[in-house]
Antibody, heavy 118, light 108 residues
Framework: EVQLVESGGGLVQPGGSLRLSCAAS????????MNWVRQAPGKGLEWVSY????????YYADSVEGRFTISRDDAKNSLYLQMNSLGVEDTAVYYC???????????WGQGTLVTVSS | EIVMTQFPATLSVSPGERATLSCRAS??????LAWYQQKPGQAPRLLIY???TRATGIPARFSGSGSGTEFTLTISSLQSEDFAVYYC??????????FGQGTKVEIK
């Protein structure tokens, strides 16, 4: 069974930093591209970042470019998102999401809540 | 960036009735379109990919159609567990991957 379990969310002050983690299991992690997708309270879904298998290609949404860094450790079956210079607009549930071989987003973690507030 | 527009924003339907949700892309996405269902407090779940292929374990009452810029998700006979928010997403031209703003299907 595919499982994606996020951790690392919490309350942080504006300008602060946070590192999210996603532990993957039930599939061959190294063979899949992964994403972070976020959802602000009461709002829709926003793609945040993408990392290909073996970290060859990385993309960011314009809204986080230069502040967030995606990475993965295939030996640990883990995905990460380092978030710096956080603003209130970054408050959201962050989901770890697998991109399928059909290129859709087939498995989602349960999400971790990041709240940026003073 | 491809903009995805869903309509209506809210759809009021009685259990057992048919629900038709629409999604429009600002430019052609071929058949690279997915639908997701999200219930309160839960993560989104993949329903349909390739515009019309049901994901594993998705009941046959869910069907998708369309290509290019116009897409439809149909729920043939709404069950109580189907009341949720539905999102379309294009994965044809990326980055960024873009989602519609969602359609909430509520009980009439």
């Amino acid at each position: 069974e595919v499982q994606l379990v996020e951790s690392g969310g919490g309350l942080v002050q504006p300008g602060g930093s946070l590192r999210l983690s996603c532990a993957a299991s039930g599939f061959t992690f190294i063979g899949y591209s992964m994403n972070w997708v976020r959802q602000a309270p009461g709002k829709g879904l926003e793609w945040v970042s993408y990392i290909s298998s073996r970290s060859r290609t990385i993309y960011y949404a314009d809204s986080v470019e230069g502040r967030f860094t995606i990475s993965r450790d295939d030996a640990k079956n883990s995905l990460y998102l380092q978030m710096n210079s956080l603003g209130v607009e970054d408050t959201a549930v962050y989901y770890c999401v697998r991109r399928s071989n059909s290129w859709d987003f087939d498995y989602w973690g349960q999400g971790t809540l990041v709240t940026v507030s003073s | 960036e491809i903009v995805m527009t869903q309509f209506p924003a809210t759809l009021s339907v009685s259990p057992g009735e048919r629900a038709t949700l629409s999604c429009r892309a600002s430019q052609s996405v071929s058949s690279n379109l997915a639908w997701y269902q999200q219930k309160p407090g839960q993560a989104p779940r993949l329903l349909i990919y390739g515009a019309s292929t049901r994901a594993t374990g998705i009941p046959a009452r869910f069907s998708g159609s369309g290509s290019g810029t116009e897409f439809t998700l149909t729920i043939s006979s709404l069950q109580s567990e189907d009341f949720a928010v539905y999102y379309c997403q294009q994965y044809d031209n990326w980055p960024p991957w873009t989602f519609g703003q969602g359609t909430k299907v509520e009980i009439k």
